[in-house]
């Protein structure tokens, strides 16, 4: 059965993952940015309340933005997975784990952004507080929103910075992609640590990369995609493997399986014996059906229980 890189081509991918980072940073520019800079006035609670119930469907469009560009997020981490895997699977995997928990980091923080909406719904069960108090409590709510989605950076950091890796080292992407993916990378990193050890010094320009990045990085998949033949060479390059077993005439390691990928993505398998078993009666058994039936069920159990 072929798998999922046979399915569909790098290209495909690529432009996928294009697409998919557009409306990522479209939404989360809306969600993360516009939304929360017109209802939120930092350290005026009744302000903010006041903001929020006047723009109730501003707040829930914010929302629901972040939720658009997290599943895109999501998705992002398996198509850039495939993109970058056949210059290193382990670091590609790396990546996608970070990017992954990165979601989920920031997802937990957008909890605490909506919470202030049922802080400030007038639930009868909130009547024990005066208005002031609910207010103060939206605010504390949004802060903590603020803060949790500064101080897990980190994990969005590193996934970028491995990605930028990657690209500078594929062959099929342009290099200086990849230094930008690495500038950006680094740049959330060094804001996150800043603003847990040196709040003071924890610039918001240590993020300038990051749009410039996302928009030519973006531009670039939509328009160029990568490079298809120099994809498909990697991708052959890496999973080629050699194994050998013993013959069942001799208990030598004799046979060795060669697998390898096609340029369409199908495994190609084949194996070649390199002794001769002992002669019986005084015969060459070398090539006789017994050999080759050894031989292929050494080359199926590697295939299939390996």
């Not at 939304?35 to 501003?58: F, K, M, Q, R």
């Not at 990697?234 to 050998?244: H, I, L, M, P, T």
Request: proline share 4%.
């Amino acid at each position: 059965m072929k798998n999922l890189t046979a399915e569909a081509s790098p290209q495909f991918y690529a432009k996928t993952a294009g697409v998919l980072l557009l409306i990522s940073f479209v939404a989360g520019g809306f969600g993360e940015f516009y939304a929360p800079n017109e209802l939120i006035v930092s350290g005026d609670a009744t302000a903010t309340a006041n903001n929020i119930h006047t723009s109730t469907t501003l707040f829930r469009w914010g929302f629901a933005a972040y939720l658009v560009e997290a599943v895109c997020d999501i998705s992002l981490a398996l198509v850039l997975y495939v993109l970058l895997k056949p210059v290193r699977k382990d670091v590609a995997l790396l990546a996608a784990f970070f990017g992954l928990v990165s979601t989920s980091t920031f997802a937990f923080a957008e909890l605490f952004y909506y919470a202030a909406l049922p802080i400030l719904g007038g639930a009868d069960y909130l009547k024990a507080f005066s208005p002031d108090q609910l207010n103060s409590l939206a605010l504390l709510s949004l802060k903590l929103y603020g803060y949790g989605g500064g101080i897990f950076m980190v994990f969005y950091g590193i996934a970028t910075a491995l990605r930028g890796y990657l690209v500078f080292q594929s062959g099929y992407l342009p290099k200086f992609l990849g230094i930008l993916l690495v500038l950006s990378g680094a740049g959330f990193v060094i804001k996150n640590f800043l603003l847990v050890l040196a709040p003071a010094y924890a610039y918001d320009y240590f993020l300038l990369p990051t749009p410039i990045t996302v928009l030519a990085l973006i531009v670039w998949l939509l328009v160029k995609g990568v490079d298809v033949g120099k994809w498909h060479e990697k991708a052959g390059r890496e999973v080629f493997r050699v194994r050998s077993f013993p013959c069942l005439w001799c208990s030598q390691r004799v046979i060795r399986l060669l697998m390898k990928k096609t340029n369409n993505g199908e495994e190609e398998i084949s194996f070649q014996i390199n002794h001769s078993p002992p002669p019986i009666n005084g015969k060459s058994t070398f090539g006789t059906k017994s050999t080759m039936k050894c031989a292929m069920m050494f080359a199926f159990r590697s295939r299939f229980f390996k």
